[in-house]
């Protein structure tokens, strides 16, 4: 197999021209999720790209993402408050022993 002839360049997807930017987005029309991959730089810097190819020209196109950097269990904090959340078993477990308190009520045990 020859090697292939065809330049290879990384860019930013904002530097590509309008043109390429409408064809790199005809490939993906439903996002860049499922192709995107993380390239990791030697200085320990990475970013996000998809592959695009034209004739001539084999691409690395990089697309911004934005990483929260907040964890989810930070968020359920936020959401609850400091309340302590009850599991559905200790919720059923609460019902149950009330049930069991009232029906006790009215036997002499």
Do not use: C, H, W
């Not at 200085?43 to 697309?63: H, M, Q, R, W």
């Amino acid at each position: 197999m020859a090697p292939s002839t065809k330049k290879r360049l990384v860019v930013s997807f904002n530097n590509l021209s309008l043109d390429l930017q409408e064809q790199v987005k005809a490939l993906y029309p439903l996002g860049y999720t499922d192709a995107m991959m993380r390239i990791d730089k030697p200085n320990g810097d990475f970013f996000f790209a998809v592959p695009f190819e034209t004739d001539d020209t084999s691409y690395l196109v990089k697309i911004d993402v934005k990483i929260d950097e907040v964890g989810a269990d930070d968020d359920d904090k936020d959401f609850y408050g400091d309340d302590d959340l009850k599991g559905a078993d200790e919720l059923a477990n609460d019902d149950s022993e009330e049930d069991i308190a009232d029906s006790n009520a009215d036997f002499d045990i």
